[in-house]
């Protein structure tokens, strides 16, 4: 794994450099600088694989360096951890929202760091695999058409405003965890019958589908901070950094106003309409560190059950037509 680390201190940078080589990354380039990281990165014949990043440096710190790597094409994806001092919520909300994918604090235990980069050494791996396997993806695919494998996968809507990679979103709750997680909620959104709607459409039409209704719920939540992921099969999970006030019947109301307003059409000229279902939000305060990824899962499975009670009200309502002959 091509590895490259950046941290103005000296001393830091050669700890991590012994550190990674005794787990096996010898693959290491060492910069003590925003802008020699930067060149380092045009420099290079092959992308790197994986970024460390200290936050505070000079000049550019690492916050405006993260962003400046996830503008470059060849990195929207890739793995960055950050490595630093500052414990602060706002510097790990920053640090997210900027395009990180992992944090850690000094001083960092080094089976801590060894353990995060085996893991992403794995996804890394991953999805090197499946770009060997299918090297076109599949929005550059438009005639494509949608099959289980396509609902399956968690989507990439990074450009989203509020909108981080599922993992980096478990990996974000896990640090906030050390530090507070009062007023925080995780709530689950829901296209209902997604698979039905999009049975005979294609992975363009149903991408575009989850970005719109992603756009729709960045624009629906604002003021309000929050961090939020694709969890595959259309379905978002939401955490929110005050949700104490939060209420999923009108936050239902008030996104699915919004997406009527966005009048979404299929390729061919239907009307695409949109049917969402949220979830009663559960708070995270007083959860254990270990089981708030699950608490994601569960928001997710919250929004399922709103979703499948409007179905059975749905078929129970046709039924009762079908009866009396209308």
Not at 18 to 38: F, H, I, P, Q
Not at 190 to 195: H, T, Y
Not at 252 to 278: W, Y
Request: glycine share 6%; aromatic share 8%; hydrophobic share 40%.
């Amino acid at each position: 794994m091509k590895i490259l680390a950046t941290d103005d201190d000296p001393i830091i940078l050669e700890l991590l450099t012994e550190v990674l080589r005794a787990a096996g990354y010898a693959n290491l380039t060492a910069c003590t600088s925003a802008s020699e990281a930067l060149n380092a990165i045009e420099a290079a014949q092959t992308p790197f694989d994986c970024f460390l990043l200290d936050i505070q440096m000079p000049d550019v710190d690492g916050i405006e360096l993260t962003s400046a790597i996830r503008q470059k094409p060849d990195y929207t994806e890739t793995p960055i951890l950050m490595i630093t001092a500052m414990c602060d919520r706002s510097y790990i909300d920053k640090a997210f929202a900027a395009g990180a994918s992992d944090y850690i604090t000094k001083p960092f235990e080094i089976g801590e760091v060894h353990a995060r980069l085996r893991v992403i050494e794995s996804l890394v791996n991953e999805r090197k695999w499946k770009e060997d396997r299918n090297p076109v993806s599949g929005g550059q695919e438009p005639l494509a058409m949608v099959n289980d494998g396509t609902f399956e996968k968690r989507l990439n809507l990074s450009e989203i405003d509020g909108f981080i990679d599922y993992l980096a979103l478990e990996n974000y709750i896990m640090q906030i965890s050390r530090v507070s997680l009062l007023g925080m909620y995780t709530v689950g959104i829901a296209v209902r019958d997604m698979r039905r709607t999009f049975a005979a459409s294609s992975v363009y039409e149903y991408e575009a589908a989850v970005s719109d209704v992603a756009e729709a719920m960045s624009d629906t939540l604002k003021p309000h901070h929050f961090f939020a992921a694709h969890a595959g099969e259309g379905e978002i999970v939401c955490v929110l950094g005050d949700g104490r006030n939060f209420d999923a019947e009108d936050f239902e109301k008030a996104l699915s106003e919004t997406l009527r307003e966005m009048d979404l059409h299929f390729c061919d000229g239907r009307p695409m309409n949109l049917q969402i279902a949220v979830g009663d939000p559960l708070s995270l305060k007083m959860k254990a560190s270990k089981s708030l990824p699950n608490v994601l899962v569960q928001a997710v499975a919250n929004a399922e059950t709103v979703a499948q009670a409007g179905r059975d009200q749905k078929e129970e309502k046709w039924g009762k037509m079908s009866l009396f002959g209308l």
